[in-house]
């Protein structure tokens, strides 16, 4: 890899952690959006690199914070989404290999319906759906990470909707994440394993990771985060058109 392709993959990291450090989601759906659309690295070694790096960057906190888990959103969670997880993973390998470009205007049409849900007013869920709601989550978010590593956008709509403290539900949704990471990281054996240059970048993403969200939590005291959230929409708006216009016939 030549050293103008490294220099973007740092910057495209960098960039990712910003987004998500300050706005709260962003991560996986930035870095694989972008790493695909300047075809840096396959999907597959893309999606491991994302979920390494997510959980390294979870665990900890999860580790210090484990009774603010709430275990029953938790628990539905991933008993509908590690399921579904395994059969996107099997489809990433399958498409992977014989319709790449396929997986490629999925990737930027799921990115732009991400947006959407994003977008969409949260209202509050009644008390006797809850459960259902986080099957329903579960079961989406599953098969977006097992395809992209980015099992978040479902996951987040529905915890935000629940009366629950900020903390409960973010310690809650980093105990998901950091779960179906390390879940999707014991998949990666049965499926295309990863170059020697994507372990590499693994090893050193953690520390520049760590370096880029210490600056960018200081930073945060000085930026509307209402700004910070309209950009990071725009930019994975972007990034989802761009993929589908680059590999749709017309």
Not at 166 to 177: H, K, N, S, W, Y
Not at 196 to 225: H, K, M, Q
């Amino acid at each position: 890899m030549d050293i103008n392709t490294l220099l973007m993959v740092f910057v495209l990291l960098g960039l990712a952690t910003l987004l998500q450090t300050l706005s709260g989601f962003g991560f996986g759906l930035f870095v694989v959006s972008s790493f695909t659309l300047f075809s840096i690295m396959p999907l597959t070694a893309t999606t491991f690199l994302v979920s390494f790096l997510s959980l390294f960057n979870a665990a900890s906190l999860v580790f210090k914070n484990a009774h603010q888990v709430n275990r029953m959103a938790y628990k539905y969670i991933l008993l509908a989404g590690l399921p579904t997880l395994v059969i996107g993973f099997a489809l990433l390998e399958y498409l992977s290999s014989s319709q790449n470009d396929f997986l490629k205007v999925v990737l930027g049409v799921c990115i732009l319906a991400c947006c959407v849900l994003l977008l969409m007013k949260r209202t509050l869920a009644p008390p006797s759906k809850r459960r259902r709601g986080f099957v329903i989550a579960g079961a989406l978010g599953g098969v977006l990470g097992g395809l992209f590593s980015t099992f978040g956008p479902p996951i987040v709509y529905q915890c935000y909707r629940q009366n629950w403290p900020v903390d409960e539900i973010r310690i809650t949704l980093l105990a998901v994440f950091s779960t179906t990471a390390l879940v999707r990281l014991v998949l990666v054996p049965f499926g295309t394993l990863p170059h020697y240059e994507t372990l590499l970048f693994c090893c050193a993403g953690v520390p520049f990771v760590l370096l880029v969200t210490r600056f960018a939590r200081r930073l945060s005291t000085y930026i509307n985060p209402l700004w910070i959230r309209a950009l990071a929409l725009i930019t994975l708006a972007c990034s989802g058109i761009a993929l589908i216009l680059s590999n749709v016939s017309f």
